[in-house]
């Protein structure tokens, strides 16, 4: 029989698959986007995405500066500064370790400074748990930092290297935090198609901060004190970021698609079996696993209930998605995180959705708010159930409670 052999050309084109986790997914994306500078300081779930990279090094597949910091606070430190002198960075953390940096998140933005960091998302103590949550990202919500979730180690590899494109693009210059669900995702391993280096290359041109370069031939100030001179006018420039983020975001996903051949739709939010629902479930990450499973057997039983995943959730593409739930009789927000003493006492993306719902014409359908799977518990399939049916029961004009707590013990 004879044997088909490709040309050398087309193998140059060809994707290979590997089984890696969603931690070491991300890895390979600062690899194959050569990034220039890592930082690194262990803390779980995040450090297997430091020890595969430190791998990658010390093998020879990867060049790059890796320094290991002493505290999460030096690490966000260093790559902001080394992103300033014209480096592309990388580095990240989890639950407190996230915390402890604050001091450096909060200013990042400001500088406009493109780093991507990754959030394995985890429980802040105390009590100590490992188990994910999402309040160590939503931290920085307000900050002007771009923040996104996934569900899969292959979404991860991709939208890595889009958050590089999307925060490098010169009319962003923000940093964009990537958050990974902790265990679920950081440690579990998928089949996952990596690109070649060529696609990388023709997706991700290098990283140029123009006259924003901190050199000693172009003689710039960074973080200068101002008061109340100019802080006002420099957050104003800094909303103005926020104003064209989607536009940029669009472009890069149709970009990505054009050189990938992976189409991820609308960048924002994915939908799932909602052609014809009466209700929708919405929530981020990994619960999209167990509430999809839930979901197809429901749909078994004739019940017509759908799915909404949000992906960015900063940018928060408000009229967007208020359009799209107005399609639907009840909506039920699903929580992974807490916001003590919010409207309705509900979770962080139950509050922001209503909010998005507000404004415009239209019926606004009651958006209930259930909190599930924190530290992370499964989100269990009789756990969506439950969530649906109470939905359900809202959309059928009988009065809930606007926020629940879901698979409590006791």
Not at 105 to 129: I, K, Y
Not at 353 to 378: Q, T
Request: hydrophobic content about 45%; some cysteine; aromatic content about 8%.
């Amino acid at each position: 029989m004879a044997t088909l052999t490709m040309p050398v050309e087309q193998k140059k084109k060809v994707e290979q698959e590997a089984l890696i986790t969603g931690a070491e997914a991300i890895a390979v994306a600062c690899k194959l986007a050569n990034v220039d500078v890592v930082t690194a300081y262990p803390i779980r779930p995040y450090d297997t995405v430091m020890q595969y990279i430190s791998q990658l090094k010390a093998d020879g597949e990867m060049d790059c500066e890796y320094i290991v910091a002493e505290g999460e606070h030096s690490q966000f430190e260093i790559v902001k500064h080394a992103s300033v002198c014209g480096a592309r960075v990388f580095c990240g953390s989890s639950g407190v370790g996230w915390m402890y940096a604050m001091e450096a998140l909060t200013v990042t933005p400001a500088l406009r400074v493109p780093m991507v960091a990754m959030v394995g998302n985890r429980a802040l103590d105390d009590p100590g748990a490992f188990g994910v949550e999402h309040n160590d990202a939503l931290a920085v919500r307000d900050l002007g930092w771009q923040l996104v979730w996934v569900n899969s180690a292959q979404e991860a590899l991709d939208t890595a290297l889009i958050a590089y494109r999307v925060a490098e693009d010169r009319r962003m210059f923000v940093p964009i935090a990537l958050s990974c669900d902790g265990a679920f995702l950081t440690h579990s391993q998928a089949l996952v198609k990596i690109p070649t280096q060529e696609q990388v290359k023709e997706f991700l041109p290098p990283y140029k901060r123009g006259d924003l370069l901190l050199h000693p031939d172009n003689v710039i100030s960074v973080a200068p004190q101002v008061n109340e001179d100019w802080v006002m006018e420099i957050r104003r420039q800094n909303f103005e970021v926020t104003e064209r983020a989607c536009d940029v975001i669009r472009e890069v996903y149709a970009d990505f698609e054009r050189i990938f051949g992976r189409k991820y739709g609308n960048p924002f939010f994915e939908e799932y079996m909602t052609e014809d629902a009466e209700a929708v479930l919405l929530g981020m990450g990994t619960l999209s696993t167990p509430v999809k499973v839930a979901i197809r057997k429901m749909r078994e039983q004739g019940q017509k209930i759908g799915f909404v995943r949000l992906r960015w959730f900063r940018p928060f593409a408000g009229d967007e998605l208020a359009k799209t739930l107005r399609r639907f009789k009840a909506v039920g927000i699903i929580d992974r995180d807490f916001s003590f003493g919010s409207p309705h006492l509900s979770g962080v993306v139950a509050t922001e959705v209503r909010s998005a719902m507000y404004p415009g014409d239209g019926a606004r359908p009651p958006v209930l708010g259930f909190i599930c799977g924190l530290g992370g518990r499964e989100v269990t399939l009789p756990d969506v159930v439950k969530m649906s049916e109470i939905t359900f029961e809202a959309a059928k004009g009988k009065s809930q409670p606007l926020t629940q707590w879901i698979g409590l013990r006791g």
